[in-house]
């Protein structure tokens, strides 16, 4: 069974319209969570990361928000999408510290 | 600033031969150092890492060699097979209890058909 799973697999998206990405962790308890940003060819940015429930730490300002409602359960989220915003948006989870990080599937969003 | 630093951008190799991937960083605090494969349209993987306490780690036909002194490594992929065609990363990760994973810009390899 697959431990991480992400949601959607793929959106097309206006600018200017919502967005909620969302990640779920499966058979681990209180996992260190953490959301990349990837552009299209390119390396993978640190976007958030969350050691526990409804504490989320930024490290890019991006005009992106994170939230952890749930131990299991991270969300990416934005009121108002730009161009910019199009990519590889990637969850991953770690136990006890932030080494060993293990990755979702991604989800692609395009910005039209 | 690029704090970690990868060459070269791409590689290409005939099948069995050795390949050699390179990776330099900055910040001397960086003591755990994985390395990612990614294919198209995946997520990474987790291919194998090193702690800055060895000089050397070794995972079937893949191996680290770190250098401290000169705050290097690379990734040696040995007998390269075409399923080992992808992008790989490499990332660094402070002893000071961050949460900061960063990665260099990878090292796209393929063979030659």
């Known amino acids: 069974a697959q431990t991480i799973h992400q949601w959607p697999v793929a959106e097309i998206k206006a600018v200017g319209s919502p967005l909620s990405l969302g990640c779920t962790i499966k058979?681990?308890?209180?996992?260190?969570l953490y959301w990349y940003w990837q552009a299209t060819g390119g390396t993978l940015q640190q976007l958030f990361y969350?050691?526990?429930?409804?504490?989320v730490e930024s490290v890019v300002q991006l005009n992106l928000s994170a939230s952890r409602p749930k131990d299991d359960q991270f969300i990416l989220s934005t009121e108002k999408l730009l161009l910019s915003h199009s990519g590889f948006y990637l969850c991953?989870?770690?136990?006890?510290?932030?080494?060993?990080?293990?990755f979702g599937p991604g989800t692609r969003l395009t910005v039209l | 600033q690029q704090q970690v630093r990868q060459s070269p951008q791409s590689l290409t190799v005939w099948e069995g031969e050795t390949a050699i991937l390179n990776c330099s960083y900055e910040?001397?605090?960086?003591?755990?150092f994985p390395w990612y494969q990614q294919f198209p349209g995946e997520g990474p993987a987790l291919l194998i890492s090193?702690?800055?306490?060895?000089d050397k780690k070794e995972d079937g036909r893949f191996t680290i060699f770190f250098n401290k002194r000169e705050k290097k490594l690379s990734l040696h992929i040995t007998d390269s097979q075409p399923g080992d065609s992808a992008t790989y990363f490499c990332?660094?990760?402070?002893?000071?209890?961050?949460?900061?994973?960063?990665f260099g810009k990878g090292t796209k390899f393929s063979l030659i058909p």
């Open positions: 991953a989870w770690s136990l006890g510290g932030a080494d060993e990080q293990y």
């Open positions: 058979g681990k308890s209180s996992p260190n």
């Open positions: 969350s050691i526990t429930v409804g504490q």
């Open positions: 910040d001397s605090t960086f003591n755990y």
């Open positions: 090193i702690r800055s306490v060895s």
């Open positions: 990332a660094a990760l402070p002893g000071t209890g961050s949460n900061r994973l960063t």
